[in-house]
């Protein structure tokens, strides 16, 4: 039996377990939300998804009520938008959130919000917190004075990608992230993953390598397959096509890795438009790097192997598979170093 809920009274299906949240949002129903993510879960933080859910007194959060059979929501009542204009008035307020220059800009959820809720400027003057920015990492920067407290961050380190890294210090209005016991991100066991920055709904964890390299609206996007091992992490390259560089990458919320990625993956993406990287073969003539055609280096090393082969015997040579290469290209170097030279010294760059 189909069971069905009803939003602003439009009768849509849901599947069992579900919350109001997850139910809405398959049916393509807008309810806003800053601290839920599918792979964190429920928090009931933020407050943003309230709602007024008929038989039960006062608002109720979305994302950690279970939706029933028959049930009956209201997503915009006056009640609820003003609520939620109080909220987004007060994560505005207590922060740092100046868009124009934020690197997140048109990606931050709550930018969305105050845009969806029509609030222009923050409607109460709070101290900003005195927190500073912490750059100490190669690769993720985070600046706390943006930080709305949502807890993705924390939970994703804990329990999506198991590092156990972030944690919340403190209470109250003290309360702030922290990498283990309050280090400095370098100094801490941060294996530099980016999960938490992918998570983050606003701009204070961020990608170091790409700050200042443009916009979200500026850059293409590329849907591919990591480049390095043999997993086959789908990902997302964010391109500016007319410097010819990779700006970006983020993890598509995919089988095998569900947004997750490792440091090299999504973070080693300069070698594409690197002036350094090799584009034709070279052979050494002379102590120095030459360059010639496929079929000279080709046969030059065909030559060299036999000589080598005929003179030392077939122990003295060697092959790597690779991570990086189809199962028929390496089937092939498996073959060619057995059945043609006549050594079982193949190995595979994993084990590098
Ligand atoms: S980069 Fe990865 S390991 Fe480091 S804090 Fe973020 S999620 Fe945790
Ligand atoms: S750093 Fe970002 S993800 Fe973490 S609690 Fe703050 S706003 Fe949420």
Not at 83 to 98: A, D, E, F, K, P
Not at 138 to 145: A, G, I, K, L, Y
Not at 308 to 318: E, H, K, L, Q, T
Request: glycine letters at 8%.
């Amino acid at each position: 039996m189909t069971m069905k809920i009803t939003f602003d009274g439009r009768e849509v299906p849901f599947e069992q377990g579900q919350t109001v949240l997850q139910a809405a949002r398959d049916n393509g129903i807008y309810i806003p939300s800053l601290c839920y993510h599918r792979k964190t879960g429920p928090a009931g933080r933020c407050r943003l998804c309230v709602v007024e859910i008929k038989g039960m007194r006062g608002l109720q959060t979305a994302c950690t009520v279970v939706a029933a059979d028959g049930m009956d929501v209201q997503t915009a009542t006056p009640l609820v938008l003003d609520t939620r204009r109080m909220i987004v008035n007060l994560l505005l307020s207590s922060g740092q959130h100046n868009c124009i220059s934020c690197e997140q800009n048109s990606g931050c959820e709550l930018q969305d919000a105050a845009y969806r809720l029509g609030i222009e400027t923050p409607a109460f003057v709070i101290d900003e917190p005195q927190l500073p920015k912490d750059d100490s990492s190669e690769m993720v920067v985070r600046d706390m004075r943006k930080c709305i407290q949502c807890g993705r961050c924390v939970a994703g380190c804990k329990s999506v990608v198991v590092n156990e890294v972030l944690e919340f210090e403190q209470r109250g209005n003290d309360a702030k992230v922290v990498c283990d016991y309050d280090l400095p991100m370098a100094e801490s066991t941060c294996v530099q993953c980016g999960e938490c920055s992918q998570l983050c709904p606003v701009g204070a964890i961020i990608d170091k390598k790409s700050i200042g390299m443009g916009r979200e609206w500026e850059l293409k996007t590329v849907n591919t397959t990591c480049p390095y091992c043999g997993v086959g992490c789908q990902l997302t390259m964010h391109v500016d096509e007319a410097k010819n560089r990779i700006v970006k990458v983020t993890g598509r919320e995919v089988l095998p890795n569900d947004g997750m990625l490792c440091v090299k993956g999504r973070y080693g993406f300069e070698f594409p438009s690197s002036p350094k990287r090799l584009t034709h073969p070279m052979i050494k003539k002379n102590g120095k790097h030459e360059r010639v055609s496929w079929d000279e280096a080709l046969d030059y090393t065909a030559d060299r192997i036999k000589e080598i082969v005929a003179r030392d015997g077939p122990g003295v040579f060697s092959a790597f598979g690779s991570g990086r290469i189809t199962n028929e290209n390496n089937y092939a170097i498996a073959k060619f170093t057995r059945a043609v030279i006549k050594t079982n010294n193949v190995d595979h760059c994993a084990r590098t």
